[in-house]
Every structure is written in C-alpha cells, then in structure tokens.
C-alpha cells in the first residue's frame, strides 16, 4: 500500500506563504485520489483540498478558496499544496490523505480516505 510522508511546514508571518509536500512511497500515487486536511488543537479534522488522479478535478473549502492551490506530480509521486496570504486561523497540523478507490463518495469527508501521512505543522503569527 501507499505511504504518504509530508513535510513544508514551519512558523510564518500573517500574509505569508508556505508549500506543503506530500511525497508517496509503496505505490504509484498516479492511482490515487489525494486530499489535504487540516486539524487545529481542540478542533475536529476539515478538509482543506482535494484533487483527481490527473489533477482534472479540484476542490477547495470556502475557508481557503482564493488563497491555497492543490497540485500534483505525478513523474515525482508527489502532490503539494501552495498556501499563501495565511492568517492565524490557518494554524493547524496539516495532513495528506490519499484514496484509490473508485465510485462517487463525498471528498470533504476525512473517513473516504484509506492512506494518511503523519501530519506537518503550520503556524501562522499575527
């Protein structure tokens, strides 16, 4: 099965920016549909992103919408997510999370997916 490994994260500044990677091991990630959600202290885990096998369909929240870009590379076993103009409500522990099976299902819903990295840190200052 695939592993997922994410990294890019760090402190920065209010109006910054961050790229976050999600390298795949195991497995060709090309097979898998590929998600970020984001989890802060007390909080549940929201869906931030998500993005097809080919990168021909996209999905935002409305909470990142404008600001954050999903992408992937598939030659690299790679997907990324490129967060700019952050603010402090960004701060959160970020996660990969990746699906391969077929068939509608809902992208927001964090159970939908069956492979997970174990999180990269994102701090946003004021």
């Known amino acids: 099965q695939v592993q997922l490994v994410e990294s890019g994260g760090g402190l920065v500044q209010g109006g910054g920016s961050l790229r976050l990677s999600c390298a795949a091991s195991?497995?060709?990630?090309?097979?898998?549909?590929v998600a970020w959600f984001r989890q802060a202290p007390g909080k549940e885990r929201e869906f931030v992103a998500s993005?097809?096998?080919?990168?021909?369909?996209?999905y935002y929240s409305d909470s990142v919408k404008g600001r954050f870009t999903i992408s992937r590379d598939n030659t690299k076993n790679t997907a990324y997510l490129q967060m700019n103009s952050l603010k402090p409500e960004d701060t959160a522990k970020y996660y990969c999370?990746?699906?391969?099976?077929?068939?509608?299902?809902?992208?927001?819903?964090?159970?939908?997916?069956?492979?997970w990295g174990q999180g990269t840190q994102v701090t946003v200052s004021s």
């Open positions: 999370a990746a699906r391969k099976r077929n068939g509608p299902f809902d992208h927001t819903s964090s159970g939908e997916y069956d492979h």
């Open positions: 195991g497995r060709t990630l090309s097979s898998y549909i």
């Open positions: 993005i097809s096998w080919r990168g021909s369909t996209i």
